[in-house]
T-cell receptor, first 113, second 113 residues
Framework: DGGITQSPKYLFRKEGQNVTLSCEQN?????MYWYRQDPGQGLRLIYY???????QKGDIAEGYSVSREKKESFPLTVTSAQKNPTAFYLC????????????FGQGTRLTVV | AQTVTQSQPEMSVQEAETVTLSCTYD???????LFWYKQPPSRQMILVIR??????QNATENRFSVNFQKAAKSFSLKISDSQLGDTAMYFC??????????FGKGTRLHILP
């Protein structure tokens, strides 16, 4: 079945450690996105990528980094510079033809202690 | 920069009633897409309906319809004959020509039996 897979579902890290969240899609979509969801804040865009080896900062990119070496994969690294990393993270993908919606993974809940 | 505003943080209606969720957005672009997403307690994001800005006709999907007012930059969602399964967070979203997707903060909708 085609879809977007985020792993793991729950992730725990100690403060000061970098952590990488995985996002893989087999929908052959060009664009991929990372969002952060906090209570009362909706979904805030961290990074997005329209094509391999290229990506753009979203509204809250500070403390995060991404790579897009393969079309299917868009991993997100939460660095120690991110002041409040505990959140629910959603990955999405879409076709780059300005004609379709984004499809979402099931999310990763990151807790930093 | 584009922004999306949902002015109703939380709403409650009785089962079988009709409810309207509000959304306004700000953009200088003339062509774009608008979406409503539903996020049930499972936290899986589900597309409810989408609207192309250059289409004057309001989109409809079964019990869900929108009132798109381009000049007013308003995009409200109407749910008719509401059902218990409609209980969820609802997010309004805007997609621009660069495939950037911005979300509002959401409206938590409770359908009461």
């Amino acid at each position: 079945d085609g879809g977007i897979t985020q792993s793991p579902k729950y992730l725990f890290r100690k403060e000061g450690q970098n952590v990488t969240l995985s996002c893989e899609q087999n929908l052959n979509h060009d664009a991929m996105y990372w969002y952060r969801q906090d209570p009362g804040q909706g979904l805030r865009l961290i990074y997005y990528s329209q094509i391999v080896n290229d990506f753009q900062k979203g509204d809250i990119a500070e403390g995060y980094s991404v790579s897009r070496e393969k079309k299917e994969s868009f991993p997100l690294t939460v660095t120690s510079a991110q002041k409040n990393p505990t959140a629910f993270y959603l990955c999405a993908s879409s076709i780059v033809d300005f004609n379709t919606e984004a499809f979402f993974g099931q999310g990763t809940r990151l807790t930093v202690v | 920069a584009q922004t999306v505003t949902q002015s109703q943080p939380e709403m409650s209606v009785q089962e079988a009633e009709t409810v309207t969720l509000s959304c306004t957005y700000d953009t200088s672009e003339s062509n774009y897409y608008l979406f409503w997403y539903k996020q049930p307690p499972s936290r899986q994001m589900i597309l409810v309906i989408r609207q192309e800005a250059y289409k004057q006709q309001n989109a409809t999907e079964n019990r869900f319809s929108v009132n798109f007012q381009k000049a007013a930059k308003s995009f409200s969602l109407k749910i008719s004959d509401s059902q218990l399964g409609d209980t969820a967070m609802y997010f309004c979203a805007f997609m621009n020509l660069d495939d950037k997707i911005i979300f509002g903060k959401g409206t938590r909708l409770h359908i009461l039996p």
